[in-house]
C-alpha cells in the first residue's frame, strides 16, 4: 500500500490492494488524496500550487479525520517551503552529497587538533 500505483506491478499485487480498497473507504480516500498531493510538486506557479493545496486541505478536512486535519495544519505550517518550491525547484540530493563528503574528511580527520585546518581541508575537497 505504501508503493505508487503505478509500481505496483503484478497482477496479484494490483488485485490485492484493490481488493484492500474495496473493503476500507477511508484508506482508499487517503490513497486518492496522496495522489493529489504528488501533484503539488509538479507546478511552476506559486499561484497554482496555493490554489491546489487549499483544494487538497478542504478536501481533506471534509473527511473529518483527526490525521488528515493534522497533517493540514503541519501543511499549512510549511506552505511557504513549499510554495518556494514553484520557483526554485532545488532538491537535496546535492546537499546530502555534500554532507557526506564532509563526514568522510571528518573521519579522515581524526587527530586533527586545528579546526581551521578541518575548513581547510573542506575548503581543499570543494575547489580543487
Known amino acids: 500500500m505504501l508503493k505508487n500505483r503505478k509500481n505496483v506491478r503484478l497482477k496479484r499485487h494490483r488485485e490485492q490492494l484493490k481488493q484492500l480498497l474495496e473493503l476500507n473507504e477511508v484508506i482508499n480516500t487517503v490513497m486518492i488524496l496522496k495522489e493529489q498531493l504528488k501533484h503539488i510538486w509538479s507546478y ?20 473529518n479525520i483527526r490525521v488528515l486535519n493534522n497533517f493540514c495544519k503541519m501543511l499549512n505550517r510549511h506552505r511557504y517551503g513549499i510554495l518556494n518550491h514553484c520557483e526554485y525547484p532545488i532538491h537535496t540530493g ?35
Do not use: M, P
Not at 499561484?47 to 481533506?60: E, P
Not at 579522515?108 to 580543487?128: C, E, P, V
Open 44 to 63: 511552476r506557479s506559486r499561484t497554482w500550487a496555493n490554489k491546489a493545496t487549499d483544494n487538497w486541505c478542504a478536501l481533506a478536512k471534509s473527511l
Open 94 to 128: 546535492k546537499l546530502e552529497g555534500v554532507n557526506n563528503k564532509i563526514k568522510v574528511i571528518k573521519r579522515k580527520a581524526y587527530g586533527y587538533h586545528d579546526l581551521r585546518y578541518f575548513t581547510l581541508k573542506i575548503y581543499q575537497a570543494f575547489f580543487n
